[in-house]
């Protein structure tokens, strides 16, 4: 354990000084949050509004006059939200949410090794503490989700590796909690995984992860090369980590912690039995028969390993490991994968080597400090999303014409062009890599793994910004467009759509081997309304500007995902989002897609039962609001409260169909302008983003790229709709619905 914390009951008042953190912002948009100190310091490196903004402080911005239309809302909005953009020209932000993320990087770093700085060990022991649910102590998957045996068994492990003792308030009332879901010994998958390498867990509890399939003929449907990104990625060191069972050396920690976990005596406990064991409360996918079948033959296995094979897939699956780790810098594609590989180096290479000390470095990528205290992050950041949102935001709704904002916007264009991944990866095919020439990711061009609808919108704000604005520099080439056009058109699948990071490669009934009770329809990739959209939208921008591009791949592509989109509308007239809550999410992207060929209210079905859908979920307070639940089921949960950020996509869906009603919108637009504060900014409401169906991750800077782009969209819309109707009418006919398509969408068509 760490030295041992001499922390309060609660977490409310902060256990560190909070004018003393600050973002440090370098290296093409690493974030990294940094305490000073001693006085001199603080002096000689003020917080600036960032800092503050994130830390929650008061950042002194003014209160500016009030907005008296939905222009000067989103003007107002992006007053305040200017202050927020780093030095280096994006808008950094928190990408909190799971809570299943810190356990892993204190139980890693634990038992690698490596320590906390103090103030980060407190402010992690607080986040916990705040982040306890107040009814029955425990955690969920996600900050909103109720406790659950992972989230709990694991956060109360985080909490004692912290230092905090078994007899601090918190942790008995989370120990109640755990012991009344089971205990550990019910624990998901992945939570029997991490405390089985803690040794608080017996490996024989594990159904197998055998790294021998990695030597399987990759032309096999199961060859793991297939599965999905993120859970390959993660077996990787899994599987590394089974074949050798690597198991912490017992202690003092690990033997009261055996004492904790377990409603029985953990020497007496039959750990075959608990391979299978999982509290009712997680479970979202059960094992399916195949699955149980196939541990039982695996289990056999275990028995009587052949050891030179195992030997080979140890090996091979650490190779996989080296090249991840070099592939992106020590950053790995996400966190989980992060502080596996992060153990399995140290174990192999130890402390004095070059790859422990760069994952020692790198664990601070994913480490936020906000209001509540320290969080582990979803990934390094979520950099190129945001500022594609807010970027493209301002083009389209005008605010980007005005001089105030210019160097702001060309500032954001230089990360941009930072940003581009300029090569294919250093081991390309040898771990597995779709192409990243001309791409971008999610956050940082570090990170490096193509996404498709982030190369997607990264080229549609590349595009807004050098194209639509006269006063920017070009500094994107028309070839790193053309690279750029290169990757999309590489991850386009037969049937149309678009997923996230490389093309499906694998046989749906992959998903009948999903291990990871927690999260559904991860074993492969699946086509996304919301990708398919990035991607077709900034096609059909990008051939308006360059023509002779690819043209015909291009119309093709663009028909193919149309088709898609078509099938995947459900039944009521929405589509289900993957990435955002859910259906006002990705009726947005798909109502955006249809605008592309001309369909709309007016002109197709698909459209106009996608605004009906939308317009009978509007709320009497004129907004909309869904819970993360609706993500979980695939059927529309109300929210207890209607959302800024769903509204504002519910009501830029209508847009992009043309929606000839003027009255919702109107009623819409009132209520994002009534939540606005005095200095322009919206407080925080909802978490916003999902994965894997289940857990919940925030994008808090949403708050502001849709606020202002669907302000600044509806003030013109609204316009047009008035004039081409008599104020009174509020109807369109066919011929001002034209027009005021043709104002609102003249960026993109
Ligand atoms: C189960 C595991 C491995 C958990 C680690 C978390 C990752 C899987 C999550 C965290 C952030 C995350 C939701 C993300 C995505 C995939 C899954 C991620 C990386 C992607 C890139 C998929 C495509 C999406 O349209 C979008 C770009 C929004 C997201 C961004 C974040």
Known sequence: MYPRANVGPS???????????????????????????????????????????WLGLETGLPDLPPA?????????????????????????????????????????????????????????????????????????????????????GLN??????????????????????????????????????????????????????????????????????RWWIHTRTVYVPMSYLYGIRYTFPENDLVRELRQELYTQD?????????????????????????????????SAYEQCTIPPLRAAAVKKAYDLIIYEDENTDYQTLGPVSKMFNLVARAHA????????????????????MGEDGLRMCGTNGSQLWDLGFITQALVETGLAKLDENRESLIKALEWLDEAQIRDNPKHYHTSYRHTTKGAWGFSTKEQGYTVSDCTGEGLKATMYLQHHLDFTPKLISDRRMFDAIDVLLTMQNPSGGYASYELVRGPKWLEWLNPAEVFGDIMIEYLYPECTTSVITSLAIFRKIYPDYRSRDIE???????????????????????????????????????????????????????CEFLIGKQRTDGGWGESYKSCELGAWVEHENSQVVQTCWAVMALMYAKYPHGEP???????????????????????????????????????????????GKAHQYLKELRAENGVASGHANDKSNGKAGGIMNGYKH
């Open 266 to 298: 953990y020497y007496s406990i039959y750990w075959p039995d608990q391979r299978n064991n999982v509290c009712s409360v997680d479970l979202y996918s059960p094992h399916s028969k195949l699955f149980d079948a196939l541990a039982v033959v695996l």
């Open 68 to 152: 008296k239309d939905a222009f000067e809302a989103a003007r107002n909005g992006y007053e305040f939200y200017k202050h927020l953009q780093s030095h280096d020209g994006h808008w950094p932000g928190e990408y909190g949410g799971p809570m299943f993320l810190l356990p892993g990087l204190v139980i890693g770093s634990y038992i690698a090794g490596m320590t906390f700085k103090e103030e980060e060990r407190l402010e992690m022991i607080r986040y916990l503490f705040n982040r306890a649910h107040p009814e029955d102590g425990g955690w969920g998957i996600h900050v909103e989700g109720v406790s659950t045996c992972f989230g709990t």
């Open 665 to 711: 919108i109107e009623r819409a637009v009132h209520l994002v302008m009534s939540r606005q504060l005095p200095n322009g900014s919206w407080p925080q409401e909802a978490i916003e983003g999902i994965f894997n169906k289940t857990c919940a991750i925030a994008y808090p800077n949403f708050k502001f790229s849709f606020p202002i782009w669907m302000l």
């Open 556 to 610: 093709r592509t663009i028909q193919g995902a149309i088709k898609y989109l078509h099938e995947a509308q459900k039944p009521e007239g929405g589509w289900v989002g993957s990435w955002g809550i859910c259906f006002t999410y990705a009726t947005q992207f798909a109502l955006e897609s249809l605008s592309l060929v001309g369909e709309t209210y007016e002109t197709s079905n698909y459209s106009r039962r996608a």
């Open 349 to 368: 290479e130890g402390p004095e080597s070059h790859a422990y000390k760069m994952h020692e470095i790198k664990r601070q990528d994913f480490m936020w």
């Open 11 to 53: 977490g409310e008042k902060p256990f560190t000084e909070y004018s003393r953190w600050r973002l440090v912002v370098n290296d093409g948009g690493r974030h990294t949050w940094r305490y000073l100190r001693t006085d001199e310091e603080c002096k000689a490196w003020p917080q600036n509004e960032v800092d503050k903004y």
């Open 156 to 225: 109360y492990v985080a909490l004692r590796v912290l230092g905090v003792d078994a007899d601090h308030p918190v942790c008995v009332k989370a120990r109640a909690c755990l012991h009344k879901l089971g205990g550990a010994a019910a624990i998901p998958a992945w939570g029997k995984f991490w405390l089985s390498l803690l040794n608080v867990y017996d490996w024989e509890g594990n159904n197998p992860v055998p790294p021998e399939l990695w030597l399987l003929p990759d032309w096999l449907p199961i060859h793991p090369h």
